[in-house]
């Protein structure tokens, strides 16, 4: 049995599966069900060019080994909703452009490989502990918004990511805080 499509079904090319994401981001934009997240990734580990330059510029957001995270991708996001892409401990830190979640959660290999940094001895791969979802390149600004500039803006008051402490590696974000970070990008 193909346990991505199904029994008897044969697997989607990726015109088919992109086309297919498009259309589902156009009906949760009409029916306004679209979330918005802030994703943080260290730019040299991996920054919002490396995602450009992945094949088909998508690649697994693996190796959050935090139990919130963890859960907003397994409860909360879904194939077509928008993400903030966050370059941190970087100077400085801030948005630098914009992802897509193009699937659903599904179980880190990386947990289970010993030689990996994000391994995990106690998780399972019959009941996996860590998550990860796929994200694609959508657009890099042209002038990052700094978190100096997140942090002084009055509309994004109440912002996580302009919280003191607030370290979580993705976030949700209000739809009013996304549009507003795209307005002070230039879009």
């Known amino acids: 049995m193909n346990t991505t499509t199904g029994e008897g079904k044969t697997p989607k090319s990726v015109t088919e599966q992109r086309t297919s994401c498009i259309e589902q981001f156009l009906f949760l934009l009409l029916i306004g069900v679209m979330n918005y997240w802030l994703m943080k990734s260290e730019p040299d580990v991996f920054s919002i060019d490396d ?40 100077k400085p830190p801030g948005v630098v452009g914009i992802a ?13 490989d010993k030689k990996s940094n994000y391994y995990d001895p106690k998780s399972d791969p019959n009941n996996p502990r860590w998550l990860m979802v796929d994200v694609k390149f959508v ?26 402490g607030q370290r979580l590696s993705i976030q949700p974000v209000e739809a009013s805080h996304y549009k507003k970070v795209l307005e002070l990008a230039g879009l």
Not at 145 to 163: F, R
Request: charged share 25%; proline share 8%; net charge negative.
């Open 100 to 112: 897509e979640i193009v699937s659903a959660a599904y179980p880190d290999p990386l947990a289970f």
């Open 51 to 90: 995602l450009a330059a992945c094949p088909e510029q998508t690649e697994p957001w693996d190796g959050v080994r935090n139990y919130q995270a963890r859960n907003f991708m397994r409860d909360s996001m879904q194939i077509g909703d928008r993400v903030l892409f966050y370059h941190s401990r970087c």
């Open 139 to 164: 657009q890099k600004f042209n002038t990052p918004v700094a978190l100096d500039t997140l942090k002084v803006t009055p509309e994004l008051d109440g912002m996580l990511v302009i919280k003191r």
